[in-house]
């Protein structure tokens, strides 16, 4: 019996079957390349600091979101008066908006959106809501209330540098220059580059002593997971935590500013609080000092972030809403 030759009809089935098959597998190869660069990118970005490696990985949630730019009228443009919206949209949908979208001024430089000052702003709110629910824009009416604000639940740019006021408000205005005596040099395990000379290593004592006390508290939280030695001590090999810069004399400060010009007033101040040597740069994540906003947007959802965020204060320590590392001795 002869086998019987192909139909028209089995042969193009057969070649679809096959093709489908073909791409599948092949879908399944770019997926898994995929995952294996983000996954060295990660690395990379984690063992380096390298601002170019680690905005490689970062995610695009905001890539479509545009750059804060100098041109105001791209910017105006697209904003409805608050009328305009108000009639449009609820305080939960404003919100969802203003997060990525609100432009305002801070340090010389135009900014877009507080998506990066969320879990900061949650905390003076009281609420782990987000932004884009009506429990946030109830908790901020409240807010707004009792700061004698319109209490529309908004957070527009009013309500917003408020805000930032009484963030900075909280910060220590004394910048006085920490005398030798109220130094100590901490051991290199404690820093994120255990090379840094030992003139780089000087905290103000009852500071260091504080930021001991909020380390051993982090590394018995399990829920962070981080590398912990037996004596419940953070280990070596973690860089979390870790005190990226300590006291910073002015000489020193001068140098660090000729070397980053373009840092901008909200950056390297000339009056540094460092100067202290009661603020403290801690290692959050990804590029440890870098204000760049996708940076900090990776920054700001650490785990150790958000515990710092809740915890810190019960240490005696401030933060400062613009750069996530940065934290001051500041006991109220
Ligand atoms: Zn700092």
Redo the contacts with the bound molecule.
Sequence with gaps: MKARPLSHLNFITLMLSLLAATMASLACVARDEGVAKNEAQLNVARTTSNANDAKAFLPDANANAPIATTNANSATNETLSPLENSAMNSPAQQNARLKTELVWTFGGKQQRGWYLYVPLINQLLGTDKNPDTKEFADALARWQRSNNFTANGILDTDTLLHIINVWQTRRSKDHTIATPEQLMTAPPSDFYAPSRPEELRQVESQTYAAYKRMVAAAASDRSLGLAVTRNGELAASEQYLKI??AFRSPAYQDQLRQQSPNSGTAGLAKN???FTAR???LYVGGDP?STDDRNRALQTQTKVYLWLVKNADKFGFTP?FY?P???EYQPR
């Design positions: 990226i810069s540094s609080p460092h603020a403290l740069d000092v400062y750069e590392w940065h934290w």
